[in-house]
Nanobody, 124 residues
Framework: VQLQASGGGLVQAGGSLRLSCAAS????????MGWFRQAPGKEREFVAA????????YYAESVKGRFTISRDNAKNTIYLQMNTLKPEDTAVYYC??????????????????WGQGTLVTVSS
């Protein structure tokens, strides 16, 4: 599966952005999907993930209550709605696809397919 992330940009603190990740190829429904981010000078970290069916939603503590992940299997797309953005949310955001089990859904090593990243910059 090939992934294409979009929707990043510059936003003021407290604002909102919606990221999208379109998947091409077959069997999108077979993949758990996740969003990860990498801030300047930091390691890439888990942000959110959604199970194959869309019923399982998982979040990092730092974004819980502010970010919402969703997927549309008919459109082969996942989304990340980001509200109440903070300067510390500034990072390159990557979408990724995993064939792993749900217990490893937060582990980036379980994701075999990655998009190219989209930059989110939150100004204070």
């Amino acid at each position: 599966v090939q992934l294409q992330a979009s929707g990043g940009g510059l936003v003021q603190a407290g604002g909102s952005l919606r990221l999208s990740c379109a998947a091409s190829g077959q069997r999108f429904r077979n993949y758990n999907m996740g969003w990860f981010r990498q801030a300047p000078g930091k390691e890439r970290e888990f942000v959110a993930a959604v199970s194959r069916s869309g019923s399982g939603l998982y979040y990092a503590e730092s974004v819980k209550g502010r970010f919402t992940i969703s997927r549309d299997n008919a459109k082969n797309t996942i989304y990340l709605q980001m509200n109440t953005l903070k300067p510390e949310d500034t990072a390159v955001y990557y979408c990724a696809a995993s064939l792993g089990v749900l217990s490893t859904i937060r582990d980036q090593n379980q994701y075999g397919h990655w998009g190219q990243g989209t930059l989110v910059t939150v100004s204070s």
